[in-house]
Antibody, heavy 121, light 113 residues
Framework: EVQLVESGGVVVQPGGSLRLSCAAS????????MHWVRQAPGKGLEWVSL????????EYADSVKGRFTISRDNSKNSLYLQMNSVRTEDTAVYYC??????????????WGQGTLVTVSS | DIVMTQSPDSLAVSLGERATVNCKSS????????????LAWYQQKPGQPPKLLIY???TREFGVPDRFSGSGSGTDFTLTISSLQAEDVAVYYC?????????FGQGTKVEIK
């Protein structure tokens, strides 16, 4: 059974930093592209970032480019999102999403339960 | 960026009746090389993450009931729930995976009348 478990969501001040983690199990993690998708309270879904199977290719939404960094550790079956210079508009539930094998295509067939990041002074 | 626009924003349907959600993309999500529409539908119930229902515009994900169907091509797509059940109350999102940034519609809330 595929499982994705996010952690690391906290209350952080504007301009601060935090790192989100996603622990994956139930599939061959190092074969798949992985994504982060976020959802502001009461709002819709916004794709944030992707990383390919070996970490050699990453992409970001314009809203986070230059501030967020996605990474992965295939030896630990883990995905990460380093969030720097956070803004109030980054407040959201952050979901880890499983992508597809052999492509960076943004089709998400499994999602974690999400972790809440609140940016507030 | 490809803008995805859903209609209506919400709808209320009687149990056992048909529910239809529309999705329009600002540019075609059809790849002419493989004739596939890079369009997915997700269901999100309160307090839960989204769940993939349909991909390639009309292929049901494994385990999704056959009362859910997707149709359309190019820029206009439809999600149909043929006979609404109580457990189908949710927000439904369309999403294009044709090109980055992957983008979602604003969501359509489906309720029981």
């Amino acid at each position: 059974e595929v499982q994705l478990v996010e952690s690391g969501g906290v209350v952080v001040q504007p301009g601060g930093s935090l790192r989100l983690s996603c622990a994956a199990s139930g599939f061959t993690f190092n074969d798949y592209t992985m994504h982060w998708v976020r959802q502001a309270p009461g709002k819709g879904l916004e794709w944030v970032s992707l990383i390919n199977w070996d970490g050699s290719s990453t992409e970001y939404a314009d809203s986070v480019k230059g501030r967020f960094t996605i990474s992965r550790d295939n030896s630990k079956n883990s995905l990460y999102l380093q969030m720097n210079s956070v803004r109030t508009e980054d407040t959201a539930v952050y979901y880890c999403g499983k992508g597809q094998i052999g492509t960076t295509m943004g089709l998400f067939d499994y999602w974690g339960q999400g972790t809440l990041v609140t940016v507030s002074s | 960026d490809i803008v995805m626009t859903q209609s209506p924003d919400s709808l209320a349907v009687s149990l056992g009746e048909r529910a239809t959600v529309n999705c329009k993309s600002s540019q075609s999500v059809l790849y002419s090389s493989n004739k596939k529409n890079f369009l997915a539908w997700y269901q999100q119930k309160p307090g839960q993450p989204p769940k993939l229902l349909i991909y390639w515009a009309s292929t049901r994900e494994f385990g999704v009931p056959d009362r859910f169907s997707g149709s359309g091509s190019g820029t206009d797509f439809t999600l149909t729930i043929s006979s609404l059940q109580a457990e189908d109350v949710a927000v439904y999102y369309c999403q294009q995976y044709h090109s980055t940034p992957w983008t979602f519609g604003q969501g359509t809330k489906v309720e029981i009348k």
